[in-house]
C-alpha cells in the first residue's frame, strides 16, 4: 500500500479490511502519456500547417516575380540596388501575410473562445511569429533571384 492510502485508512474509522482503496495512479500515467501524444500531434500538425504555408508563400512570389520581371528589371536598370530589391519582394509578401495571419489569429481565437477553449496569448503570439519566419525564408529565394537577374537580359525578353 502506498503511504497515502495507509494514511486515508487510518483516518476512517472502520476495520482496515472492511475498506478497499482504488488508486488512480494509472489513470494519471494514462493522462500524463496522452498529453504528450497530444503535445506531440499539435507540434506535428504545426509544423505541417506552416510548412505548407511556406511552401505555397515561395511558389506564390516565384510566380509574382516572374511575371514582373519586366518591372523589376527596369527598376535594376535605373540604379535600384539588389538589396533593395530584395527588400522590396520581402516587404511586399510580408504586407500580404501581416494581414492573413492578423485575420486568422483572430478568428482562430474568436472560435476558440466559442468552444470554451480558449488560445493562450503566447501560443497565438509564438505561431504568428513562425508564419512571419517562414515566409520570409520562403519569400527569400525568389527575392534573390528576382535580384541577381541580368537586367538588361530582363528588359530584352518581349
Do not use: H, K
Request: glycine content about 6%; aromatic content about 2%; overall charge positive.
Amino acid at each position: 500500500m502506498a503511504p497515502a492510502e495507509q494514511l486515508l485508512l487510518s483516518l476512517v474509522a472502520a476495520p482496515a479490511d472492511a475498506l478497499s482503496v482504488d488508486s488512480p495512479a494509472t489513470l494519471a500515467q494514462l493522462q500524463g502519456q496522452l498529453r504528450a501524444d497530444l503535445g506531440a500531434y499539435g507540434r506535428q500538425m504545426l509544423v505541417l500547417a506552416i510548412g505548407a504555408g511556406a511552401g505555397l508563400t515561395a511558389v506564390v512570389v516565384l510566380a509574382d516575380v516572374l511575371i514582373r520581371r519586366a518591372a523589376l528589371g527596369r527598376r535594376r536598370a535605373l540604379g535600384c540596388s539588389r538589396s533593395a530589391l530584395t527588400a522590396l519582394v520581402l516587404l511586399r509578401s510580408l504586407y500580404a501575410v501581416t494581414a492573413d495571419i492578423v485575420t486568422g489569429c483572430a478568428a482562430a481565437s474568436m472560435a476558440a473562445n466559442a468552444w470554451g477553449a480558449p488560445i493562450p496569448l503566447a501560443f497565438t503570439a509564438a505561431t504568428a511569429t513562425l508564419a512571419v519566419l517562414a515566409t520570409l525564408a520562403a519569400t527569400m529565394p525568389p527575392a534573390l533571384a528576382a535580384a541577381l537577374r541580368d537586367p538588361l537580359a530582363v528588359l530584352r525578353t518581349p
